[in-house]
């Protein structure tokens, strides 16, 4: 799937529609430069989940958890790591399992020991907003990306 998003209120509405495809167990990286809207992009899934609280960047925390809807949903932000292995060593393993959704901003940070994307969602700013393309890796990816365009279509 690709979308071209003009301004920051297309990304939020993508997140909504985005939220309304998760179920419990899926991993998600944001895969983008500085400022390409990913936490934008999380914020707008966590709104549509109807979570009206703050929505913050977990760049210097590791890790914001959110409880909504009986989800649990993990947001995650590695850029600060210098060394894959900083991943292990956080314990943070424990949180990617069947009854929770992560949601991860720099998962290259992490390397090897992150579990694989159920999806990959690319941001890139361009001049008058950003692109998005979002690629399924696995079978419970395939089923999600098809829930979110059947939503889209309809």
Not at 77 to 102: I, K, L
Request: charged share 20%; aromatic share 12%.
């Amino acid at each position: 799937m690709t979308r071209f998003l003009p301004d920051e209120a297309a990304t939020l509405a993508f997140g909504a529609e985005l939220a309304r495809a998760l179920v419990p167990g899926l991993t998600i990286y944001l895969v983008g430069d500085l400022g390409a809207g990913k936490t934008t992009l999380t914020r707008g899934v966590l709104r549509g989940l109807g979570y009206t609280g703050k929505v913050k960047s977990p760049t210097y925390t590791l890790l914001e958890l959110y409880t909504v809807s009986s989800l649990y949903l993990y947001h995650f932000d590695f850029y600060r790591f210098a060394d894959p292995q900083e991943w292990v060593d956080t314990g943070f393993r424990e949180y990617f399992n069947a009854d929770s959704v992560c949601i991860v901003e720099w998962p290259e940070k992490a390397g090897e020991f992150l579990p694989a994307p159920d999806l990959r969602i690319s941001l890139e700013a361009q001049q008058s907003g950003r692109s998005l393309h979002v690629h399924a890796e696995t079978e419970a990816g395939k089923q999600c990306l098809a829930r979110l365009n059947s939503a889209a279509s309809s």
